[in-house]
C-alpha cells in the first residue's frame, strides 16, 4: 500500500517537471521563430535588392521599397566597385562618405559604417550598402543580433520566471485542496470517533489504511462501550435484589420496635441503602446515556401532577425526619403539559432532592417551586442547608463528558451529572448557584 502511495507520487512529481519543461520549451521556441521572422535582415537586404533596377545608365528603386525604407528609417547606397564612388544613394545621413576604399568596404562590411550597422549585397557592377539606424542592431564579424531584442531577454526571462513560478504556486494551491479534501473527512472522522461513528468511512485512494485503522478503532470502541454497559447493568441487577431485601427488613425493623438506641444504627442503614440504590439507578442510566444509540422516548404530560407524584413517592420513604420538604406550584403551571421523557425526567428530580439530603445530614429544609414564564417551564429546588464552597460551585457547573470524573460521586454526586445529562437530552437547561453554608439551588429550565 505504502508503494502505491509512493509510486503514484512519484509519478505526479515526474508529470509536474516534464510539463513545466514542455512549457519552458514551448517559450524559447516562440521566442526564437519570433526572432527569425521578425528580424532576419539577410531577407530584407535580398528583398530590397531584388526590386533596385540597374541599367548602364541609371539606378531606380520602386516606390513600394522606398516607402519601406522610409517606415523603417533605412537608406540605402550604390558604390561601383571598379573607383569606390558612390553612384547613387537613397536617404543617405551627412556624414556618410561618397568614396570608399577596399579597406574601408571590408571594414564596414563586417561591423558598422560610421555607427551605422549595415550590410552589403552586390547586384550588376555594384556594392548594395544598406544602413539601419543607429543602435537597431549589434554586429560582430559576419553575424549580427537585434538590440531591441537583446533588451527584450531581460523580460522574456522575468515573464518566464513568473510563469513557473505561477505553475508551481497553483500547483501547490491544487495539491493542497486536494489534499485537504482527503484529509479534512477523516479528521472530522478523529474528532466524531470517541462519541462513535454513525456511518462507514468514505474511501479515499491512497488512505485505505488509515481508514482501515479508524473503522477498527471505531468497533474497539463501541465493543468496550457495550461490554462496560452490560457489566453496569449486570452488576446493577445482581446487587439490586440483595439490597432490595436489606432494605424492606431494616425498614420492617425500625417498624417493630419503638428502641430508640436501636433506631440510631437502623436509621443510618436505612439512608444508606437507599443512596446505594439511587446509585444503583444512576449508574443503569449512567451507562445508557453514553451509549451512541440511545434514544430518549418524549412523551406529552401534564407537569403539575407529574412532579408532585414524585414528592409524593419521596415523601412516603419516611426516612427523612430532619428534613421538610414544602412543593410550591404557581397558578400559571395548572394544565401545563411538556413533552419530556417521564423516566428519566423523574430520575433528576430524585437526584436532585437525594443530594440535598445527603449532603444535609443535620436536616435542612427543601423548596420546590413550578411555575410557567414565557411558554418556559421553571422547576427550582433550594434547600438551606450548608451548600458548596466557590470552587466546587465552578466544579459543578463545569460537568459535562470531557471532565467528569466518576471519583467526584460521593461529594457532589454522580445524579448531578446524570441530571443535566438528561436535560440536555430535553433541550432544556440545569443551572446551579450557592452560598456556602447558607443554600443550595438547582434550576431547570425546560
Request: proline share 3%; with cysteine.
Amino acid at each position: 500500500m505504502n508503494r502505491n502511495i509512493f509510486k503514484h507520487l512519484v509519478l505526479k512529481f515526474i508529470i509536474s517537471f516534464v510539463f513545466i519543461l514542455f512549457i519552458n520549451l514551448l517559450i524559447l521556441t516562440i521566442c526564437v521563430l519570433t526572432i527569425n521572422n521578425n528580424h532576419s535582415v539577410s531577407k530584407q537586404i535580398d528583398y530590397i535588392t531584388k526590386h533596385i533596377s540597374v541599367t548602364e545608365s541609371d539606378i531606380t528603386i520602386d516606390k513600394q521599397i522606398k516607402k519601406l525604407l522610409k517606415e523603417h528609417d533605412i537608406w540605402l547606397l550604390a558604390i561601383d566597385n571598379e573607383t569606390g564612388v558612390v553612384k547613387y544613394s537613397y536617404r543617405k545621413p551627412d556624414e556618410i562618405p561618397n568614396h570608399y576604399s577596399y579597406a574601408d568596404v571590408s571594414r564596414f562590411s563586417k561591423y558598422y559604417l560610421k555607427d551605422y550597422p549595415v550590410f552589403t549585397n552586390i547586384k550588376n557592377n555594384y556594392l548594395f550598402v544598406i544602413g539601419f539606424p543607429k543602435n537597431s542592431y549589434a554586429r560582430y564579424s559576419n553575424n549580427y543580433i537585434s538590440i531591441s531584442m537583446v533588451k527584450k531577454i531581460p523580460l522574456i526571462f522575468l515573464l518566464t520566471m513568473i510563469l513557473n513560478c505561477a505553475y508551481f504556486i497553483i500547483l501547490y494551491i491544487y495539491s493542497n485542496f486536494r489534499l485537504r479534501k482527503k484529509i479534512l473527512p477523516l479528521v472530522e472522522t478523529i474528532i466524531q470517533l470517541p462519541n462513535g461513528l454513525s456511518s462507514s468511512i468514505k474511501p479515499v485512494y491512497g488512505l485505505e489504511e488509515i481508514i482501515y485503522a479508524l473503522e477498527k478503532t471505531d468497533k474497539k470502541l463501541k465493543d468496550e462501550q457495550k461490554f462496560r454497559q452490560d457489566w453496569v447493568a449486570g452488576i446493577a441487577h445482581d446487587i439490586k435484589t440483595p439490597l432490595s431485601i436489606v432494605l424492606s427488613n431494616v425498614a420492617m425493623a425500625k417498624d417493630l420496635t419503638n428502641n430508640k438506641e436501636l433506631n440510631k444504627y437502623l436509621d443510618p442503614i436505612l439512608t444508606e441503602t437507599y443512596y446505594i440504590q439511587n446509585i444503583l439507578n444512576d449508574l443503569n442510566i449512567f451507562a445508557r446515556l453514553n451509549n451512541q444509540i440511545f434514544q430518549i422516548q418524549k412523551e406529552e404530560i401534564l407537569i403539575l401532577p407529574f412532579v408532585r407524584q414524585i414528592i409524593i413517592q419521596i415523601l412516603n420513604q419516611e426516612i427523612w425526619e430532619n428534613v421538610d420538604i414544602s412543593f410550591h406550584p404557581n397558578q400559571s403551571i395548572e394544565n401545563t403539559y411538556v413533552k419530556i421523557d417521564k423516566f428519566l425526567f423523574s430520575r433528576v428530580i430524585h437526584n436532585i432532592i437525594y443530594n440535598s439530603i445527603l449532603h444535609n445530614p443535620s436536616g435542612c429544609k427543601i423548596d420546590i417551586s413550578l411555575s410557567k414564564v414565557d411558554e418556559k417551564i421553571y422547576l427550582t429546588i433550594l434547600d438551606n442547608g450548608i451548600g458548596v464552597k466557590p470552587e466546587q460551585l465552578h466544579q459543578l457547573n463545569s460537568l459535562d463528558e470531557k471532565n467528569f470524573d466518576i471519583a467526584f460521586i460521593r461529594t457532589t454526586g454522580i445524579g448531578l451529572y446524570i441530571s443535566k445529562r438528561i436535560i440536555q437530552l430535553n433541550q432544556g437547561e440545569l443551572k446551579i448557584s450557592s452560598k456556602y453554608k447558607q443554600f443550595f439551588k438547582v434550576e431547570i429550565i425546560i
